[in-house]
């Protein structure tokens, strides 16, 4: 086996990898390295599968091929893969969407007892934005009017989605230009898939434009729905204290883990861990209490709301399994791994599977349907007391280790925090920003990979960022793992902050790095963003904003159209493996230089995490400049770079540092093993 080290920078899933190892267990990164060289036509977006007259491929340096069977060239290839990406992604968080506002037309129906509109207010501001009658009304009232017309935003024919609304006019403007005005939600995800349909579109640059409506309607359509609904049922986020890593499971508890992405059964099952009921049964099996712990953006989702701690984030599924310690597993939908089910062999662990979209075979399968919620989370938890009996004490290996973080900031709760209960308001941030006490705001996001070391481009990112006085908020798994690396801890600014931003921090009382929530919680930041822009005096559209983006270590499909939207909302966004694009040098350029033009922000590939961090600082301090704001106000020391920096695992060469440096040759900038052109051609 490699170096462990070079693995993880989490010394719980250093010591999880020990054991796996000892134990003669594969896990995803075994996976990985039992792949070999992975596609190189796929690694560049040069495959096409989409008829089968082929599949083709492109080879990329005038060695053979050039055109698919049906004459398709590189540009429409690659432009048409990252199209169906981000319909995959976007129809993957607005399916999330659509089900939490069915929850909500439930509980306006009075048909279950598990669901209540928590927060009225919020239910409230949103009915008058979207003029929704609220005088004189109930709260189910309204929401069983508000259910409807969000429901209409998926499904809608004609006009334009409503949130678009919520940006600066020049993001509109911009978009009406490039023809990327979002129609409906599900219309734009099926379009995408037509547009790419064999011998339908095959122009790269209308390609693109149509993956940018698409992203835009995950963005401002799908996950801000999403995160406005489940603010309203399950209630808006306030700041709370919690804990994180794999050391929250409990040896003498009954441990339950939810795993994956919608919050409304995970929700419900706070409520049943804690029926004195269930309690008693739990007690008479031996167990001292139900612990309650999550994986992933389901994790993120009851962590923001009830303070729900979190075992791990993406590459520690299987890992928290082989604890031995949890009774249940439940899993609904995306970013589960396969694999786990597996496990069910070596360890008496019970998965769940809910979701009447992803059954998993092996699996305890529990259907979910909202109006019998309370009654399913009670038989799981059901299922997890008697499962504790079975659980073999010999095979239990829970590694110590387990951070505090603070989690629950929200768009609305950073307008309270920063002006005080009786002034909420922006502008102490943008006071503050405007000062060059803070430099600037970065979204840091997005998944684990295992061809980076696990956690180590998100640490090493933020903590630079953080060092040089730029306030990070945070996202899925990249806050799960700024979490185990205590940077969200309450004191974490004394720690790692630079001077300016350490006195804002000391002065209200935040960490440095604030956790939004889960991806589609994401659309919290574009909110956040459309605040600043309304308190003034930083910019009147995001592309002038000195804000940035990022995703070091992405995985996803999802994570591609939330790159997407935000570059297309004129945020710029650094992510860590390019796109697979760079078979077309001329997506590339229409990537960068077009969108540039069409949207005032681009991409950026930069595998080396203190790199990137280092690029989104000049992004922020270009842009500070355009606005003749000052430079930063305290200058940040310089620190040599560190072994702890060089994140990519076995990386030989940072790689190509900008999309349009992009080459077509060599190793692959993060560092996996890449086969060559035409090597899988002739299987
Ligand atoms: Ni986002 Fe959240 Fe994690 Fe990546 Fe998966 S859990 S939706 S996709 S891996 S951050
Ligand atoms: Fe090949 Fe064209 Fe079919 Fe794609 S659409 S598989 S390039 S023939």
């Given at each position: 086996m490699?170096?462990a080290?070079?693995r993880s920078?989490?010394?719980a899933t250093l010591a999880m990898i020990a054991r796996a190892s000892d134990m003669g267990i594969p896990t995803v990164w075994d996976r990985l390295a039992a792949q ?210 794999l050391?929250?499971l409990k040896e003498?508890e009954v441990n339950i883990l939810v795993h994956g ?24 099996k031996?167990a001292?209490?139900?612990n309650?712990a999550g994986i992933c953006?389901t ?12 075992a791990g984030n993406f590459l520690q599924q299987e890992l928290a399994v082989m604890t031995g310690a949890v009774d249940v597993m439940l899993v609904d939908v995306q970013c589960v791994f396969p694999a786990v089910t597996e496990l069910q062999k070596c360890f008496h662990t019970k998965i769940v599977s809910t979701s009447?979209?992803a059954d998993f075979p092996d699996a305890v399968r529990v259907e ?11 038989k799981i938890v059901r299922i997890a007391i008697e499962n504790y009996a079975r659980r073999d004490p010999a095979k239990v290996h829970i590694p ?50 295992p ?233």
């Amino acid at each position: 086996m490699a170096d462990a080290t070079s693995r993880s920078a989490d010394p719980a899933t250093l010591a999880m990898i020990a054991r796996a190892s000892d134990m003669g267990i594969p896990t995803v990164w075994d996976r990985l390295a039992a792949q070999k060289a992975q596609c190189r036509f796929g690694v560049l977006g040069l495959c096409c599968r989409n008829c089968f007259m082929g599949p083709c491929r492109i080879l990329p340096e005038g060695k053979g091929a050039q055109e698919g069977i049906c004459g398709a060239r590189a540009d429409t290839i690659v432009a048409r893969n990252l199209l169906r990406h981000i319909a995959a992604g976007t129809a993957a968080h607005s399916d999330h969407g659509r089900e939490i506002v069915r929850t909500l037309r439930l509980a306006a129906e009075g048909e279950s007892e598990a669901y209540k509109i928590r927060s009225p207010a919020r239910l409230r501001s949103l009915a008058a934005e979207y003029g929704v009658a609220c005088d004189g009304r109930t709260d189910r009232e309204i929401a069983r009017d508000l259910a409807a017309l969000l429901l209409g935003e998926f499904g809608k024919q004609d006009g334009t989605l409503l949130n678009l609304r919520r940006a600066p006019e020049q993001q509109q403007k911009n978009w009406a230009a490039a023809g990327a005005l979002v129609r409906g939600i599900d219309r734009e995800v099926v379009t995408g898939l037509h547009m790419t349909n064999m011998g339908v579109d095959n122009d790269a640059e209308h390609l693109l434009l149509a993956a940018v409506r698409t992203a835009l309607a995950d963005g401002w359509g799908g996950s801000m729905i999403a995160t406005d609904v489940s603010d309203v049922l399950f209630g808006s986020p306030h700041p709370l204290r919690s804990r994180v890593n794999l050391g929250v499971l409990k040896e003498d508890e009954v441990n339950i883990l939810v795993h994956g992405h919608e919050p409304s059964l995970s929700d419900v099952l706070v409520a049943a861990a804690r029926d004195p009921e269930l309690l008693a049964e739990a007690a008479a099996k031996g167990a001292k209490g139900i612990n309650l712990a999550g994986i992933c953006c389901t994790a993120n989702e009851v962590l923001m709301r009830h303070g729900v701690p979190i075992a791990g984030n993406f590459l520690q599924q299987e890992l928290a399994v082989m604890t031995g310690a949890v009774d249940v597993m439940l899993v609904d939908v995306q970013c589960v791994f396969p694999a786990v089910t597996e496990l069910q062999k070596c360890f008496h662990t019970k998965i769940v599977s809910t979701s009447p979209k992803a059954d998993f075979p092996d699996a305890v399968r529990v259907e979910f349907h909202e109006e019998q919620a309370m009654e399913t989370a009670r038989k799981i938890v059901r299922i997890a007391i008697e499962n504790y009996a079975r659980r073999d004490p010999a095979k239990v290996h829970i590694p110590k280790v387990e951070e505090r973080l603070v989690a629950g900031f929200t768009t609305e709760v950073v307008f309270s925090i920063l002006g005080g209960r009786y002034r909420p308001s922006y502008r102490p941030l943008n006071d503050a920003i405007q000062a060059g006490r803070i430099r600037g705001v970065a979204g840091v996001v997005g998944c684990n990979n295992p061809k980076f070391r696990h956690d180590a481009c998100h640490l090493t990112l933020v903590q630079e960022l953080v060092r040089n006085d730029v306030l990070v908020v945070q996202t899925g798994c990249s806050a799960i793992a700024c979490g185990k690396g205590a940077l969200l801890a309450p004191e974490a600014s004394e720690r790692i902050a630079g001077r300016g931003l350490r006195e804002v921090c000391r002065a209200v009382g935040i960490p440095p790095v604030l956790h939004v929530g889960s991806c589609v919680d994401n659309s919290r930041i574009l909110t956040a963003c459309a605040q600043m822009v309304a308190e003034g005096g930083i910019g009147d559209s995001f592309d002038r904003l000195p804000v940035a983006g990022a995703a070091p270590e992405w995985m996803s499909e999802k994570a591609i159209a939330i790159g997407m939207y935000f570059v297309a909302s004129g945020i710029n966004v650094v992510i860590g493996q390019p796109l697979p694009v760079e078979g077309s040098e001329y997506v590339v350029e229409l990537l960068t230089n077009l969108f540039e033009k069409h949207f005032g922000a681009t991409w950026t590939f930069q595998p080396d995490p203190l790199e990137a961090a280092h690029r989104i600082l000049d992004i922020i301090d270009r842009k500070r400049a355009a606005l003749g704001l000052p430079p930063p106000m305290y200058e940040t020391p310089y620190r040599p770079r560190t072994v702890t920096d060089a994140a990519p695992a076995g990386a030989t060469s940072p790689g190509p540092a900008v999309a349009s440096e992009a080459t077509l040759t060599g190793s692959h900038p993060c560092g996996a093993a890449v086969g060559v052109p035409g090597e899988l051609g002739n299987v």
